[in-house]
């Protein structure tokens, strides 16, 4: 079993930075791919980032490329999702997730373990 625990979500204002963090323990021996999804009020969830396992490979949604960095350490078993210039749309909460296998992948579907998400609100 793998459990994740975010961190790093608040209330910000528009333009602000915050970084969030996702802490993962339990079995860690293995190699998988992670991602940070989000979901708005009103909203589906939507990846927002992803990273395959030794972080060669990157996908961003087009509504945060240039803004969002997501980075991964291995050896602390965590990964991070700097936010920079925030909007008020992206107002969600934030989940990672591990995905089943090491390779970048962009399907929901694809992730077996997910955290409960952190609450990241951008006033404008």
């Known amino acids: 079993q793998v459990q994740l625990v975010e961190s790093g979500g608040g209330l910000v204002q528009a333009g602000d930075s915050r970084r969030l963090s996702c802490a993962r323990s339990g079995r860690t021996v293995g190699s998988n791919a992670m991602a940070w999804f989000r979901q708005g009020p009103g909203k589906e969830r939507e990846l927002v980032a992803a990273?395959?396992?030794?972080?060669?490979?990157?996908y961003y949604a087009d509504s945060v490329k240039g803004r969002f960095t997501l980075s991964r350490d291995n050896g602390k078993n965590t990964v991070y999702l700097q936010m920079n210039n925030l909007k008020p749309e992206d107002t969600a909460v934030y989940f990672c997730?591990?995905?089943?296998?090491?390779?970048?992948?962009?399907?929901?579907?694809?992730?077996?373990?997910w955290g409960q998400g952190t609450q990241v609100t951008v006033s404008s």
């Open positions: 990273v395959n396992w030794v972080g060669t490979s990157t």
């Open positions: 997730a591990t995905a089943r296998e090491y390779g970048l992948t962009l399907f929901p579907g694809d992730y077996k373990y």
